[in-house]
């Protein structure tokens, strides 16, 4: 374990303060949608010099207690389902384990160019139809004027729901119906598979319950966190036997993101449910872009293209980044001001209920 | 926030979360050296990040919901229940 442990980076006030205001911003987003941030902190991890496999290890570390502190949390304003969340979260550990077994084999196979271009185009073929999906869902509920209304399974999922498999049924409180495992197994299966690939299970886990089991959106977002709690557990206690968890990393990225959970939980409470779609969608389909970008890198690294110039990797690369942290930013700041209006919405609301009363 | 003027916010849990969470990443900066090479150990000393995580959840955690409560950032009145 000598190597690794020569490989803790050394901490300044910058690092720390970078680590935390990260963590921060990605805790906010993962309070409001269940997921995100860890497609941020993990190259921000390595563009601080910290090993590519320390930093999904102590991004893993600082994900499992987020995610209980969040989850709890929003069990407190009934939006979580942990049985939904346990039998997916226990189906995505074995997704991760899988997951995680198919990138050793491409890298062993093509290298770390080959990888990382396995990475990035699932990232780009996958953001882009659920992202893509996710965010024409929101649009629609905009336009047709019902964003305020109850929000009603889908044809899949009252399809997905109809389905009785005898010795397989499982009542779901999220779904206010019964569901067969056979269903949410591989749901949970590509949701592990998800996190262990692209680091964030929550941008499949997520919307395969709204749109397939047909659980409300808030639900499913505070689920997810139960999902990650049990995955980010897992994966946490796999990668510290093999000593790769900078501990320092992970609680200071933790100390910013759990003020950054608590106000993400406490603004669901305020917004229409179609905000979750809102925000998940738009980062996804942001997030591809930055992934997009570095597809050419890594074919020229593999000889499909021919060889990049030192400059333009550079420029593609901090293009990339710099994509990727606008989409968390512009999620933080979706959900900040949602927030926001709906204070003020509920303050009116207040003041003309006690103007009604004769109370002023 | 009418409801926050009338309730008692936890200042005292909040401090007291505060100061236990401040301690415990002091300890973890201060003694960062011998932390780092007992915890990159691995076997069962893998237990030692995954305890450190919970125990600094449980304390920064309850520091941070007390914090926004403090400030008056609460959820709103009327949860938004989902049935």
């Known amino acids: ?360 | 926030m009418a409801s926050s003027t009338t309730k008692k916010k936890p200042v005292a849990a909040m401090i007291v979360m505060g100061i236990v969470s401040i301690a415990l990443y002091a300890t973890l900066l201060l003694k960062q050296d011998m932390i780092n090479s007992t915890f990159a150990q691995g076997g069962w000393f893998a237990l030692l990040p995954i305890v450190t995580a919970f125990v600094f959840s449980y304390f920064h955690g309850g520091f941070t919901g007390h914090f926004w409560t403090v400030l008056g950032v609460e959820a709103a009145r009327k949860k938004r229940e989902v049935k």
């Open chain 1, 1 to 360: 374990m000598h190597d690794i442990a020569t490989s803790f980076i050394n901490l300044d006030a910058i690092t720390i303060l970078y680590l935390f205001g990260v963590g921060f911003v990605g805790g906010l987003v993962s309070g409001f949608i269940g997921s995100g941030g860890a497609f941020v902190l993990t190259p921000g991890m390595m563009s601080l010099g910290v090993p590519g496999l320390m930093a999904v290890a102590s991004n893993m570390c600082h994900k499992f207690p987020k995610a209980l502190v969040g989850a709890m949390k929003r069990f407190k304003y009934g939006q979580v389902d942990v049985k939904l969340g346990v039998i997916l979260g226990i189906s995505a550990e074995a997704g991760v384990l899988y997951g995680a077994g198919i990138q050793e084999k491409i890298k062993a196979t093509y290298g770390d160019a080959g990888s990382n271009l396995y990475v990035s185009v699932a990232f780009v073929v996958i953001l882009a139809t659920v992202g893509g999906f996710v965010l024409y869902d929101a649009w629609k509920t905009y336009r047709s004027g019902n964003a305020n209304s109850e929000e009603k399974a889908g044809k899949l999922a009252l399809w997905v729901q109809s389905i009785n498999i005898p010795g397989t049924m499982v009542h779901f409180k999220a779904l206010n119906a019964r569901v067969s495992v056979l269903f949410t197994i591989p749901l949970g299966f590509a949701t592990g598979m998800m996190a262990a690939t692209i680091a964030v299970g929550g941008f499949v886990g997520v919307p395969s319950m709204i749109y397939v089991l047909g659980a409300p959106s808030l639900m499913a977002s505070a689920t997810e966190l139960v999902i990650a709690f049990v995955m980010g557990l897992g994966g946490s206690l796999k990668y510290a036997m093999h000593g790769m968890v900078d501990i320092r990393l992970a609680m200071i990225i933790l100390a910013g993101s759990l003020f950054g959970i608590q106000l993400g939980a406490i603004g669901t409470t305020y917004v229409k449910p179609f905000m979750i779609k809102v925000v998940m969608g738009l980062i996804m389909v942001i997030v591809l872009f930055s992934r997009g970008l570095m597809v050419p890198v890594y074919l020229s690294q593999l000889g499909v293209i021919d060889k990049l110039g030192d400059t333009t990797v550079k420029l593609l690369k901090n293009g990339s980044f710099a994509i990727m942290i606008f989409a968390l930013l512009l999620g933080a700041f979706i959900v900040l001001r949602a927030m926001w209006q709906g204070k003020q919405a509920e303050k009116l609301q207040h003041a003309s209920g006690a103007l009604e009363h004769g109370e002023v």
